[in-house]
C-alpha cells in the first residue's frame, strides 16, 4: 500500500547487565568476555505486541513494523552498541596491547584470545569466523566494506552499473569517505565504519606481539629459549600465509588528463575505471566460435576494465613477512638475532635458586628475573655502567618527585574543585538566607507601617482630647511606602526625600509646670509613710496635708463629743416647772437633754469634717485634672515622638531593605562569580584532567624510568661480577627485587635504588685489586703448524691456544682473562697493501677455581666445575697492517669499551681468516701468524701440580700437542737442491736444537711425520714418509747433541722435483 507506515523499534536499554555481572562475578573475565554471552539472543517484543489494527488474512497491513532483538547489540546505530564494543572489544585488545608494550606478551596473547584466536581448533565452524570470538566479526552485514581495491572499484562505477548490494556498499563507503574528509584525525571514527579495520588492527597487533615476543626469547640465545623463539614465529608465519606475490610493471601507464579521468568517471577517492589494454598487438581480437556463434572475431579490447591509479601496498603489512622471514632465516643459519654466527651450549647456564626464590617473594615475575640474568654481556665497562645507571637513577628519582608532585597538583585541583563546589552550595544557602533576610527587612517595614498606624491612633485621640480639630490631626494619617534604588551616588537626595515623607517634625504641645509644694511632707502632717518628697502640686499638697488631716481631727473631735454626751445622757432627768406668773413651763434637765446637745455638737463637728473633705476632695479632683492633662500633653507629646522616631525607622528599614537586597544579589553575584572560578577551574590547562593525564603520563614514564635504570643497574651488576669475578661478589646480589611498591606506586622506588648502587659501587671499588698482567706471543707456526698451513692455503684456519701454553712460561696461575689480543702476520706485501685479516673469538674458558679435582690438575672430561666456560657468538677484528694490531684505528687510552675479546678466557679457540677471492697478497709468503695477547691471572694454583701436569701431556704417545713445522725449501735449501738436480730421495738431517728449548733437556721421541704440500688454494697431504712398522724405528732417544736422517721420496703430489714448489714437513714428538 502506498500509505504504509513503516515503524522501528529498538531497545533503548541494556538487557543482559544483570547476566553479565553474574558472569564476571562467577567465572571472571573469561566467562563475561566469552562468545557464548556475546551470542545471546531472545525475541521479546514481538510476542507482546499487539497492534489494534492487524492484517486481514490475505491483505497488507497499514503499517510495517521492524523490531529488534533483545541480544548483545553491535550494530552501528544501535543505543548500547558503544558501550558493548567497548566491553567486549576495545577494552580486551587496549589491555593486550598495553601488556604487550610492557614486555608481558603472554599475558597479551591471552587477551588477544579474546577477539582474535588463531590457536582455535574448532572443526565446527568454518574458517575465518573459527578465529574471531568477538561477534561483530563473525556476523557479515549488508554494507560492510571489502578489501581496498575492492572498495575503490565499486566507487569508481557508475550507480547504473551497481547492484543492489553494492549500492548498500556505496552508501556506506560515502558515510565512511565523508566521515574520513571531514574528521581525518580521529581514527575511530573513521574505522566505525569499516569493521575490516578492526580486523586488520587486531590480527597487526597479534602478529607484533608474536614476533616482539620470540625476539625477547630469541635475544636470551640459548638453545631453549630459541626453540621457543622459533614456534611463535612459525605461528606468525601461518597466520600471515603466503606472502603477497608481486606483479612487476611491464611500462609505464599512458598518461591520462584530468579531463580525460573526469569523463571516465572519478570516483569518491579520485579514482577511474580505464579500458584494459592490448599489450599483444596481433590478439586484437578472439577466434570464432562454433558454427552459428558468428563468422567475425571478438574484439578484445574493452572487454575489462581497470583502475587507473593503482592501490598502494600496505609497507607495514608487509614487514611482516620480512620479519618472520629473517628471524627464521638467522634460526635456521646459526646465527644471533644480529646476524652473527655462533654456536650454542647445549643447555642454558644454570639458575639461583636463591634469585628465583627473592624474585618471588618481591612478586617479580620469573621470567622477568631470568631473562635478567642471561642479559647480553654489556660492551663498555662496569664504572660506565654504574656511572649511568646512578644517571638514570636521579631521572627516576626525578620522575618519582614529578609524580608526587603531579598527584599532590592532581589532589590540589580535586580539592580546589570540591572547596569551590562546596563554596558554590554555601554561597547558594546564603544567598536563600539573605533572600529571606531581604523579605523580612520588607516584612519589617511593613510592621514599622502598622507601627506607625498605632502610634498615630493614639497621637490622634490625645490630640483630640486635647481639642486639637480632627481635620488637622488626620493629615498625619496617610503614609505610603516609597522604595527607591539607593546607590552611592543618589543616596544623599533619596535620604532626603525619604526624611520629608516619613520623618517630618510634629509641634509638642506644652503646659506651663504646675506649682509644687515642696514643703509638704504627708509623713508630719498626715501620718503618711514615704521615702522622701511626694513632689506634690498645690491641690494634692492642701488635700493631702490640709483638708484631710483637719476632717481627721474633726472626726476625731466629733467622735470625742460623742462619747462625752453619750456618758453624760446616763445622768438622771431633773425636772423644774417655772410658772412666775402662771405661764410657764416644765423645765427639765438631765442625761437625755445633755445627749442631745453632744449630738449636735457632734453633728456640727461632723459637718465641719466633712466641709474639708470637701475641699479636699475638691483639691485632689482639681489635682486630677490638672494631671490628667498633663498626661495628655505627655501621651499626645510620646505618641508625636513615637511617630517620628518610626519615620526615623521607616527611613532605616528601607535603608535595610536595600542592604538585604544589595547583600541578596551580591549573594547571587558571588554565586555567578564562584560558577565562573569552577567553570575557569575545570576549563583551564592545568585542570584535574590534565594533572591525571599528567599523572597518568609520568606515572607511565616513572615506570619505564625505573625499568631502564633497573635492567642498567643489573648489567652494572653483571658488569662488575664479570670483571671482578670474585666469589664475595658473586655470592652478594646487590640489585634487589622490591625496590617498586605497587600499592604506592612506586615512589622510593628510585631511592631504594640509589642505595643498592651505591652499594655496588663501592663494592666494586673495593674489590677492584690489581692482578697479574702479562703478555704472552703465540705463534702459530710453534704452536699448530697444520693451521698455519691451512691459512697459507685456503686463507683461513682454525686453531686454540690451550692452557699449557700459558703453565709453561708461567705456571701456578689461574684465573687467566684476555685483556688486549694484537695479531702479527709476517708477509711479503706489496706497498700500501693492507692485511685485511680477521681474527674470530669462538669459545674460551676460565679456570676460575685454582684446587685440584681428584688430586689432578688437568682439565676432566665432560662437565668440569673449575672451569667457566664463554661459548655464543663471534666475537671478532679486523686488522690492517698485521703488525701487531689489534684491529683498532685509533685505541684512547682510556676507552669506556671493553677491548676486543677483552675478559675473555685466555683458553680459547679462534678463527684467522683472510679474503679468500681476491687476494691482495701472495699468502704462501706467510711465514707465521703470532698472537700477542695480554692478560691478567691470578697465583694460586700449586707449581707442582702444573709441572706434573705437563710432564703427563708431553710424554703421552698418543698426543699431538708438540710439532715442529719445516719448509724443505726453505729450512733445507741444500738438500732441496740436491734434490732437484739429482734423481735420489730428498735426505734431510734434523737436528735437535731446532726444537723449542724447553725440550732441550728433555729426551726427545718422535710420533709422527706429516708431509703437506699447497697446490693452487688447496693443502694437499701427501704419503707419510715413514711406515707405521717403520716409525719405532725412529724412536729412538735424541740426546743434547744428537740428530737423524730421513729420507723422502718424490712423488707427484707434494714431493715433485719442481723449483716452485714447497713442501712442507710437519714432526710431531714427545718429551721425557
Not at 1000 to 1011: D, M, N, R, Y
Request: glycine share 6%; hydrophobic share 40%; aromatic share 8%.
Amino acid at each position: 500500500m502506498a500509505d504504509t507506515k513503516s515503524f522501528v523499534f529498538q531497545n533503548h536499554f541494556h538487557p543482559y547487565v544483570g547476566m553479565l555481572v553474574e558472569r564476571l562475578n562467577q567465572q571472571s573475565v573469561d566467562g563475561l568476555l566469552d562468545l557464548a554471552v556475546q551470542q545471546v539472543s531472545e525475541p521479546f517484543f514481538d510476542r507482546s505486541y499487539d497492534p489494534n489494527d492487524p492484517a486481514a488474512p490475505g491483505e497488507d497491513a497499514s503499517f510495517k513494523v521492524t523490531s529488534f532483538p533483545k541480544n548483545i547489540d553491535v550494530g552501528e546505530a544501535g543505543p548500547y552498541s558503544v558501550y558493548n564494543w567497548e566491553l567486549f572489544f576495545h577494552a580486551p585488545v587496549t589491555i593486550a596491547v598495553h601488556l604487550s608494550k610492557n614486555q608481558r606478551f603472554a599475558e597479551a596473547q591471552r587477551w588477544f584470545h579474546h577477539v582474535f584466536d588463531p590457536t582455535n581448533t574448532d572443526s565446527t565452524t568454518p574458517v575465518p569466523d573459527r578465529f574471531w570470538k568477538f561477534v561483530r566479526f563473525r556476523d557479515p552485514r549488508p554494507g560492510d566494506m571489502p578489501r581496498v581495491d575492492e572498495l575503490v572499484a565499486v566507487l569508481s562505477r557508475p550507480p547504473s552499473e551497481l547492484g543492489p548490494e553494492e549500492r548498500i556498499l556505496l552508501a556506506s563507503a560515502a558515510l565512511s569517505y565523508e566521515a574520513l574528509r571531514r574528521e581525518p584525525f580521529r581514527p575511530h571514527r573513521v574505522a566505525r565504519t569499516r569493521v575490516v579495520a578492526y580486523q586488520y588492527y587486531v590480527v597487526m597487533k597479534y602478529l607484533e606481539n608474536l614476533i616482539a615476543w620470540g625476539d625477547s626469547l630469541f635475544r636470551l640465545d640459548t638453545a631453549e629459549s630459541i626453540n621457543e623463539a622459533t614456534q611463535l614465529y612459525v605461528l606468525a608465519g601461518n597466520i600471515l600465509g603466503p606472502r603477497p606475490a608481486e606483479v612487476p610493471r611491464h611500462r609505464s601507464a599512458p598518461r591520462m588528463s584530468y579531463r580525460r579521468l573526469k569523463d571516465a568517471g572519478l570516483g569518491a577517492f579520485g579514482n577511474a575505471l580505464v579500458e584494459l589494454e592490448n599489450l599483444l598487438p596481433f590478439a586484437q581480437t578472439t577466434a570464432p566460435g562454433a558454427a552459428g556463434a558468428g563468422t567475425g572475431g571478438t574484439a578484445l579490447l574493452g572487454i575489462g576494465r581497470s583502475l587507473y591509479f593503482c592501490v598502494p601496498r600496505n609497507d607495514q603489512l608487509v614487514g611482516y613477512w620480512d620479519a618472520v622471514a629473517d628471524r627464521l632465516f638467522k634460526i635456521r643459519n646459526c646465527q644471533d638475532i644480529t646476524g652473527a654466527v655462533r654456536r650454542l651450549s647445549l643447555f642454558a647456564p644454570a639458575l639461583d635458586p636463591g634469585l628465583m626464590s627473592r624474585a618471588t617473594a618481591a612478586g617479580i615475575d620469573i621470567a622477568g628475573a631470568v631473562a635478567g640474568t642471561r642479559a647480553p654481556a654489556s660492551p663498555v665497562r662496569a664504572a660506565l655502567l654504574i656511572q649511568k645507571a646512578l644517571e638514570i637513577t636521579a631521572e627516576v628519582r626525578s620522575a618519582g618527585a614529578a609524580l608526587l608532585s603531579a598527584m599532590d597538583r592532581r589532589d590540589g585541583e580535586e580539592l580546589a574543585r570540591l572547596r569551590q563546589g562546596h563554596e558554590i552550595g554555601m554561597a547558594r544557602l546564603a544567598r536563600d538566607v539573605r533572600f529571606l533576610g531581604w523579605k523580612e527587612a520588607e516584612a519589617n517595614t511593613e510592621a514599622l507601617l502598622r507601627a506607625r498606624a498605632i502610634s498615630f491612633a493614639r497621637y490622634r485621640h490625645f490630640q483630640l482630647l486635647l481639642g486639637r480639630p480632627e481635620s488637622e490631626v488626620d493629615k498625619l494619617r496617610e503614609v505610603g511606602l516609597t522604595r527607591v534604588p539607593v546607590t552611592e551616588e543618589n543616596f544623599s537626595e533619596v535620604h532626603q526625600q525619604l526624611v520629608g515623607r516619613y520623618a517630618t517634625a510634629i509641634a509638642q504641645e506644652s503646659r506651663p509646670a504646675p506649682r509644687l509644694a515642696r514643703d509638704g511632707d504627708p509623713r508630719v502632717q498626715a501620718g503618711a509613710q514615704s521615702q522622701g518628697s511626694l513632689d506634690l502640686i498645690a491641690n494634692e499638697f492642701a488635700e493631702l496635708n490640709i483638708h484631710m488631716p483637719a476632717a481627721r481631727d474633726k472626726q476625731r473631735e466629733a467622735t470625742d463629743i460623742d462619747i462625752m454626751y453619750g456618758v453624760l445622757g446616763m445622768l438622771p432627768n431633773m425636772g423644774i416647772d417655772i410658772e412666775p406668773f402662771g405661764l410657764g413651763g416644765h423645765v427639765e434637765f438631765g442625761g437625755p437633754l445633755l445627749s442631745a446637745v453632744g449630738r449636735t455638737l457632734a453633728s456640727a463637728t461632723r459637718g465641719a469634717a466633712e466641709q474639708d473633705v470637701y475641699e479636699g476632695g475638691r483639691a485632689a479632683k482639681i489635682a486630677g485634672y490638672q494631671r490628667r492633662d498633663l498626661d495628655f500633653v505627655q501621651q499626645s507629646n510620646q505618641a508625636a515622638l513615637e511617630l517620628m522616631q518610626n519615620g526615623r525607622q521607616l527611613i532605616a528599614a528601607l535603608v535595610h531593605e536595600q542592604v538585604a537586597r544589595r547583600d541578596h544579589d551580591a549573594a547571587g553575584e558571588q554565586i555567578k562569580r564562584a560558577q565562573e572560578v569552577d567553570a575557569y577551574l575545570a576549563s583551564k590547562d592545568t585542570n584535574t584532567e590534565l594533572y591525571t593525564w599528567l599523572r597518568g603520563e609520568v606515572a607511565r614514564s616513572f615506570a619505564e624510568r625505573y625499568r631502564m635504570a633497573v635492567d642498567v643497574a643489573r648489567a652494572a651488576e653483571q658488569a662488575v661480577k664479570r670483571e671482578l669475578m670474585r666469589p664475595e661478589i658473586d655470592d652478594t646480589t646487590f640489585i634487589g627485587f622490591s625496590h617498586w611498591d605497587t600499592g604506592r606506586r612506586g615512589l622510593q622506588a628510585g631511592e631504594r635504588l640509589h642505595h643498592d648502587l651505591t652499594r655496588l659501587q663501592m663494592a666494586y671499588l673495593e674489590n677492584n685489586r690489581r692482578e697479574f698482567e702479562l703478555t704472552t706471543h703465540v705463534s702459530l707456526r710453534m704452536l699448530d703448524p697444520l693451521a698455519l698451513l691451512e691459512l697459507r692455503s685456503r686463507g683461513s684456519c682454525q686453531f686454540s691456544v690451550p692452557e699449557w701454553l700459558y703453565d709453561l712460561e708461567a705456571p701456578g696461575h689461574y684465573f687467566r682473562r684476555v685483556r688486549t689480543v694484537a695479531l702479527s702476520l709476517p708477509a711479503v706485501t706489496g706497498p700500501y697493501t693492507s692485511v685485511a685479516a680477521t681474527l674470530s673469538l669462538r669459545r674460551s674458558s676460565v679456570r676460575r677455581d685454582p684446587g685440584l679435582l681428584d688430586n689432578r690438575y688437568t682439565r676432566m672430561p665432560g662437565e668440569d666445575p673449575r672451569f667457566l666456560d664463554y661459548p655464543g657468538a663471534l666475537e671478532s677484528v679486523v686488522t690492517s697492517t698485521a703488525v701487531r694490531d689489534a684491529g683498532l684505528v685509533d685505541a684512547a687510552p682510556r676507552d669506556d669499551r671493553y677491548l676486543p675479546f677483552e675478559g675473555a678466557g685466555a683458553v680459547s679457540e679462534w678463527t684467522l681468516s683472510l679474503p679468500a677471492d681476491l687476494r691482495t697478497f701472495d699468502y704462501t709468503t706467510i711465514s707465521d701468524a703470532v698472537l700477542h695477547i695480554g692478560y691478567t691471572a691470578r697465583p694460586g694454583v700449586r707449581a707442582d701440580a702444573v709441572a706434573a701436569d705437563l710432564r703427563e701431556r708431553f710424554a703421552a704417545a698418543t698426543q699431538r700437542t708438540l710439532a715442529r713445522s719445516f719448509s724443505l725449501r726453505h729450512d733445507f735449501p741444500t738438500a732441496w737442491a740436491a734434490f732437484l738436480a739429482g734423481g735420489d730421495d730428498l735426505s734431510l738431517r734434523i737436528e735437535k736444537g731446532w726444537f723449542p728449548y724447553f725440550t732441550q733437556s728433555a729426551t726427545l721421541t718422535l710420533s709422527a711425520v706429516e708431509l703437506y704440500g699447497i697446490t693452487g688454494d688447496d693443502l694437499v697431504r701427501g704419503p707419510s714418509p715413514l711406515a707405521a712398522d717403520a716409525l719405532p724405528a725412529l724412536d729412538a732417544e735424541l740426546s743434547a747433541e744428537g740428530a737423524f736422517t730421513l729420507a723422502v721420496p718424490a712423488d707427484d703430489a707434494v714431493l715433485r722435483r719442481d723449483r716452485t714448489a714447497d713442501p712442507y714437513l710437519i714432526v710431531r714428538y714427545t718429551i721425557r
